[in-house]
């Protein structure tokens, strides 16, 4: 392993041009007590282990035990980290949509490469013992225990679109996984017709050498032939259902579809364990509309991560150039893609009329330009580093960073970002049972972030 200090802290005080404090309540409501979030930052991590409740431990808490009292977090703001001219000459609805103040974390951390054996990682998951579930592109699922021991590549899938974009990608353990040994993935299904987004499901074996009876349990139809813009991320809700996300599958001629409910594609959807539409859906009465569809009008959707207080839907969608999307779901939402776009064609010409607002059609709570090309993303919920609590961490491909947006009200007052040096693609966050971050690279590295 190697062990790497971080060092953005120190080179971006000295940039620091103005010093603000603010004081933004802690997301304290599932949280450990404010006495742990004060120790978590003057006590090692070794303690902490132990100290630092799992949500299931603090969701039985709260029905016994008053809520905590709300911890005074400072940020420190700087100026924003983004300094490169945008993209596009767009201006945001508010001042608050984009290039978000910085923030440094004070809290110190390091940051460990626990691996780099990976073979094109996608995802990465944590089941309930605390070791890690990682898919790899290829077709395969890794599992690594916490002090870093990777087993042998699993299979048991059927065959995957693994050129390009697509390819084994999203795991989600199914929330009684410690009886039934569920786990739920997203792929990029192969066929002859061409290739399609679906979610599958299989038994992970006793001896963990194979996923058992896999099956395809729902399909992003229609099928098509090419390898780019599958999404996709599925995450269980609070009531074992999944949501799942898709992509348009990026041609011109497929792009449109993201606007018509007829398509599994640029979608978010909510479904059963069994691949049914859940009831209560908003296009239930449609008879024109896939009864799976929860929200349209998305691009290509990487990052999906549910606020585990308030069950609200976070996605990050790529954009194109410029116009990388953070978006709340509201349930029947049209997220206006390809209607309305911050972002600009790679020709430089505009998405076709170089609208930004439309009636009728969701703003993006935040956007990028020029892009992170968001990828997989969490909200951090433990108090191991207190000031991280109720942010949510978004791993960049292109920008080759991990965003930290710290959020107030559905919106995003500052950004942050780290481990801007190591020259990574990252493709996926999830939280670890230690209370640090764990991310996967597609250089095949995972880094413990804590
Ligand atoms: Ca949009």
Redesign the pocket.
């Known amino acids: 392993m190697k062990n790497l200090l971080n060092k953005s802290s120190k080179l971006l005080c000295l940039t620091l041009s103005i010093v603000l404090l603010l004081l933004i309540p802690a997301a304290c409501d599932a949280s450990p007590s404010a006495s742990e979030m004060t120790e978590s930052t003057s006590e090692g991590s070794t303690t902490l282990l132990t100290a630092v409740p799992t949500l299931t431990d603090t969701q039985s808490e709260e029905s016994t035990a008053a809520p905590p009292t709300p911890t005074p977090i400072p940020l420190v703001l700087t100026e924003p980290f983004e300094t490169a001219p945008p993209n596009t000459k767009y201006k945001p609805v508010s001042a608050d949509q984009t290039r978000a103040p910085g923030v440094i974390t004070q809290a110190e951390y390091s940051v460990t490469i626990m691996t780099d054996k990976l073979v094109r990682p996608w995802a990465i998951d944590v089941l309930p013992d605390g070791r890690f579930v990682i898919t790899e592109k290829g077709g395969t699922l890794r599992i690594m225990t916490s002090d870093g021991q990777l087993s042998a590549p699993i299979g048991g899938f059927p065959e995957v679109d693994d050129r390009s974009q697509g390819g084994l990608l999203d795991i989600a353990p199914a929330p009684d996984f410690s009886s039934s040994r569920m786990l739920y993935f997203t792929l990029a299904e192969a066929t002859d017709q061409g290739s399609l987004t679906a979610v599958g499901r299989g038994r992970l074996s006793d001896d963990e050498t194979i996923v058992e009876n896999f099956e395809i349990v729902w399909r992003a139809i229609p099928y098509y032939d090419n390898s780019a813009h599958f999404g996709s991320r599925l995450e269980f809700d609070g009531e074992g259902n999944l949501f799942v996300t898709t992509g348009e599958r990026s041609s011109l001629a497929t792009r449109p579809k993201a606007q018509f409910l007829d398509n599994g594609y640029g979608k978010v959807v909510h479904i059963t364990p069994d691949g049914d539409p859940v009831p209560g859906n908003p296009f239930l009465d449609d008879p024109e509309a896939l009864p799976e569809i929860y929200s349209y ?2 691009r290509n959707i990487q990052g999906l991560a549910i606020q585990p207080e308030t069950g609200e839907i976070f996605i990050a ?1 790529m954009g194109p150039r410029g116009g990388d ?1 953070l ?1 709340i779901i509201r349930p029947g939402g049209n ?3 390809p209607v ?2 911050y972002g600009i064609e790679y020709s430089g010409d505009p998405i076709p009329d170089g609208l930004t607002v439309m009636d009728g059609m ?1 703003q ?1 709570a935040y956007y990028w330009d020029p892009v992170l090309a968001p990828a997989g993303m969490t909200f951090y919920t433990s108090g191991v580093i207190a000031e991280w609590q109720g942010n949510l961490f978004i791993g960049g491909l292109a920008s080759q960073h991990i965003s930290r947006l710290v959020l107030s009200d559905g919106r995003v007052v500052a950004e942050e970002w780290l481990l801007i040096n190591e020259g990574q693609r990252f493709r996926d966050v999830c939280e670890g049972s230690d209370g640090a971050l764990y991310s996967v690279t597609d250089g095949g590295r995972l880094y413990r972030i804590g």
């Open positions: 009008g998305h969608e999307e978006n997220y206006g893609w309305i776009s969701e993006p």
